[in-house]
């Protein structure tokens, strides 16, 4: 398990990721949401009351911060250079990008992350909840799922990208954030250690 | 020396983290249906009838087995909810179902006298006597047994009593007996044995102070972590106070049951399963400790001496583990 | 509430032989409670000095007319534990409270009241318990009077007890709090538990106060105090009030209660005295209401 081995990117990449353009970008990761979600229905019953919330997503180390919404059976999403165009905010769950991933793609433990404290929530924790066990079913494969959309290059795309992950994970490039906060995450389950 | 292998039985919050627990090596998968009658009921988790139906389905297929769990107490003037599930279970492939109120134990046995039933821990039947009392009027086959018992005796009541035993190995650790805590409740409003849930994540608050991060339930004070330290989620019993000056973990440090060591003794003991505690956590968590104990039960039953330490390192590393109550110093 | 009877649960705190003994004889002499509790329900290793004193005791209380139940044993797992359970259980002098459901196995065939230490929640575990001997509920501590009120209506037989005094049970565990608080092993605790005859509180780290240590027993901070809700109580069916021992005038507190019980003193009134009898207590009455059981609610209970 990758416990207490999370990664950030150099600023470099932050500063890089400010020239993005928002739109775009906006538009290609909904549409991959709204694939993956049509091909999951159960999510959103998972999902349940929650659906109302509002997600926002903050990847510490590059410059933009993402917004999600489940209404109405689809993922809506708007990016931004700040948190604070989101105020009406439900939630905000704050990590490295590349924890994000992870954790979308079922390979990280949300609770090892949160009780090393490299990811960090805010607002109502029934809602983070609600999303992590929906996603968590899902079984979301994320490179697969953005290469997917790319038609007849899709596979060459995602194997390159699987490949480009992995080597950015174990990268000398990205800074390991345990050399700055030593932290033993305990694994104390979530939520109510008693058992059935 | 060969023998016959524990079984191990392991939790699914969702069909995904089931299919998980079949794949790496599970014996049987444990689960509820999505809604008050299980006590895991947080969420985005748990089962639809149909989901149940088709996990118990895959499992079937790959020769693993379900139990499901309906093991909150049934509230009062709204039994149809809990006798439903009963029904829903009987009337499935699913192999037991795990029951702790002593009313719909009496349904169960008599509705569904064909329907295997299976203590719950939140039960706590913590010795023979009361163990063959529930084997005696409600059929059970098996008891999870409550985390207040020593190696020794569970050794002693499994010489004492007729029907199986299983004893949680690994996860979250109660540190009071089972099915008898209303310390959720007195701080929050909703308990174990009513809503299914402890320390409910409602009522969770994390506030960043600069200095240190504090968790509070429903206002109160759990615990303040310096900069650097790890958090835990604020889990009542595993909160740090204050006592006449005295400052620290009063109840339970914020650890967790690992049981892996003395796999063997328990083995020894005459207990029949071992349990892995934990719905609420992802596949991700789940798929490796299965595979990891999977390998452990079973070089045990083999008789080989294994190195359980590292087999387990990946998921205690930096964390800290306790026998619990299995070791008498604990108490 | 005039038929409404106020009970006297039992010492929940290891109080030392002679205080124990010289309180009940006090209770046996000049209370005037319905039905005393007598027994050690929380630590098996504080039995034998109950055991040199029950026999005077019970005596005393037969001597004057008391009527006295038993109460046993709430976290039984040892052979001696069993062996204590069972003699409890099987002698026919007096009627015994069963705190943990080891005990059915040993009352075939008798009437016992159940404790609060076992979960009742529901009409479906009172028909089944009743069924097998059970004449006498005592609420668990977390469970709302509305609830109470429908399970009465549903099950309309027994009789029902709920404490309206004193610190609430809430938790058992096989470690002791008070041994670990003083870094001792459970096997070798020298009875440091004396040391606090009302338990020992535990705050946050922020000073909220909030629970109470009493050996193996984790209790409320607050101490129950339910005085206007009882009128409520008696109307929706509550047979029985409990008081649940604590050192200083329980006599007083005890006059207090039967004085509103009988509509001789209003609930202000008697939520002042009972104030200045007990001035170290913080008032609750959450749970009766359905919230947290730390809170004190203002409003009316209405059921």
Redesign the interface.
Known sequence: ?S??TVRSFPPIVARFTRYLPLLPLERLIAEVANRVAGQHP?FF????D?AKKSFVIVPTDLDWVACMTFHNEKVQLRLSRSLESFPNRDVTVTAPFLSLVSLLD???????L????DL???G???????????L????IDFVHECSAIAGPLSRPLESGGKRFIEALKKSAFMRGAQEE???????????????? | MSQKAMELVCPAGTPAALRTAVDAGADTIYCGFRDQTNARNFPGLNFSRKEMQQGIEYAGKNGSKVLVAVNTFAQAGNMDLWYKAIDDVAASDAHAIILADIGLLDYAASKHPDLRVHLSVQAAAANADMINYYAREFGAKRVVLPRVLTVQEIAAINKEISCETEVFIFGGLCVMAEGRCSLSSYCTGKSPNINGVCSPPGSVKYEDHGTHLESTLEGITINQYPKGEAAAYPTLCKGRFESLGETGYVFEDPVSLNAAQILPQLQEAGVTALKIEGRQRGKAYMAQVVKSFRQAVDAVAAGRSIDLDALLAPMTEGQKSTKGSYQKTWR | MKNTELTLGPCLFNWSEANWRDFYFKMADESDFDLIYIGEAVCSKRLPFRNNVLPDILERMEAAGKKVIISTLALVTTKPERKVLREQCEQDMWSVEANDLTAMAFLKDRKFVIGPYINIYNEATITSLAKRGAERFVMPPEVPAETIAQLIKAAPEPKYEMQVFGRLPLALSARCYHARLHNLHKDSCRFVCDQDPDGREVKSLTGQPFLAVNGIQTMSYGSQLLLEELPALAAAGVNAFRLSPHTGDMLGVARIFRSVMKDEMDAAEARAKIGELMPSHHFINGYSHGAPGMAQIEDALAL
């Open positions: 398990m416990n207490g159960e019953d998972r999902l349940d929650y079922g390979e990280e433990d949300g609770d090892a949160f009780f090393s404290r960090t929530i805010e109502d924790t029934e809602a983070v909840l609600a999303l992590r066990n929906a968590d079913d899902a079984e906060s030593p932290s033993h995450p305990t694994m104390d389950g979530m939520p109510g250690p008693y058992p059935t």
